[in-house]
C-alpha cells in the first residue's frame, strides 16, 4: 500500500477556498485515491475519491496530478463546519483503508 | 434512511473482561468494516465482511474475533480486555466493499479500566 504524506495542519479563512495537498508518491496504477474528513468526535465522512481524472461533486474537488504522486482536495467555499482532520487514502482493490494521521484544517472566522 | 447505527454508544469495561459491540448497515450494503481509533490518531483496519464471508484483516491479536450474520449486521467481539483496548471502535458499511465509498457510524467509545 502507498504512503501518504500531509501537513498536520492548515487554516483557512471561512468563504475562501481550502486547499489540502497530499504526497503518495509510492501510489500504484491500480489505486484509487479516496477523501475522508472527520469532524470531533463523530464517524468519518466520505468526500470523494478518483484515479487518473480530475473529480468534483457537491462537497469538493480532487485535482490528481498527471504522474499521480500527488493530489489536491479543493473546499471551494469553506464554512466553520468544514473544521475537521482530512485524510488522503490510497485504496487498491484490496478494499483495506489504511489511515495517516491526516491534516487538521481549522477555518477560522 | 437510517444510516450505520452501533451500539452501545459509550462502554465501561474492567481489564480482562469481554465485550461485544454491534453494527447495522445501511439497508442493501453487504460489506461491513470495523476500525479502532486511538486518540490523537487515524483509524486502524480490523476486519473486514462481505456476505457473511471475512474478506480482510488488520494486524490485531486473536482476541479481537467478529462475524456477520445474514442480515448483514455485525459483531466485533474483543476477549481478555487490556487497557490499550481503550478506544472508539467504528464500523463502516458498504455495498460491495471494493472500490466503494464507506459510510461510517458514530463509533463505540470503549474504556477499560
Known amino acids: 500500500d502507498a504512503k501518504t504524506t500531509q501537513p498536520p495542519s492548515m487554516d483557512c479563512a471561512e468563504g475562501r477556498a481550502a486547499n489540502l495537498p497530499c504526497n503518495h508518491s509510492?501510489?500504484?496504477?491500480?489505486?484509487?485515491v479516496y477523501w475522508y474528513r472527520q469532524i470531533h468526535s463523530q464517524g468519518p465522512q466520505y468526500i470523494i475519491h478518483g484515479l487518473k481524472n480530475n473529480e468534483t461533486n457537491e462537497m469538493a474537488s480532487l485535482i490528481i496530478t498527471e504522474d499521480r504522486k500527488s493530489s489536491t482536495l479543493i473546499l471551494p467555499h469553506a464554512t466553520l463546519r468544514d473544521t475537521a482532520v482530512y485524510y488522503c487514502i490510497p485504496l487498491e482493490s484490496n478494499y483495506q483503508l489504511i489511515w495517516g494521521a491526516g491534516t487538521k484544517l481549522i477555518i477560522k472566522p | 434512511d437510517a444510516g450505520v447505527t452501533q451500539s452501545p454508544t459509550h462502554l465501561i469495561k474492567t481489564r480482562g473482561q469481554q465485550v461485544t459491540l454491534r453494527c447495522s448497515p445501511i439497508s442493501g450494503h453487504k460489506s461491513v468494516s470495523w476500525y479502532q481509533q486511538v486518540l490523537g490518531q487515524g483509524p486502524q483496519f480490523i476486519f473486514q465482511y462481505y456476505e457473511k464471508e471475512e474478506r480482510g484483516r488488520g494486524n490485531f491479536p486473536d482476541r479481537f474475533s467478529a462475524r456477520q450474520f445474514p442480515n448483514y449486521s455485525s459483531e466485533l467481539n474483543v476477549n481478555a480486555l487490556l487497557l490499550g483496548d481503550s478506544a472508539l471502535y467504528l464500523c463502516?458499511?458498504?455495498?460491495?466493499?471494493?472500490?466503494?465509498?464507506?459510510?461510517f457510524g458514530q463509533g463505540t467509545r470503549l474504556t477499560v479500566v
Open positions: 463502516a458499511s458498504s455495498l460491495t466493499g471494493i472500490n466503494t465509498e464507506a459510510f
Open positions: 509510492t501510489i500504484s496504477g491500480n489505486e484509487y
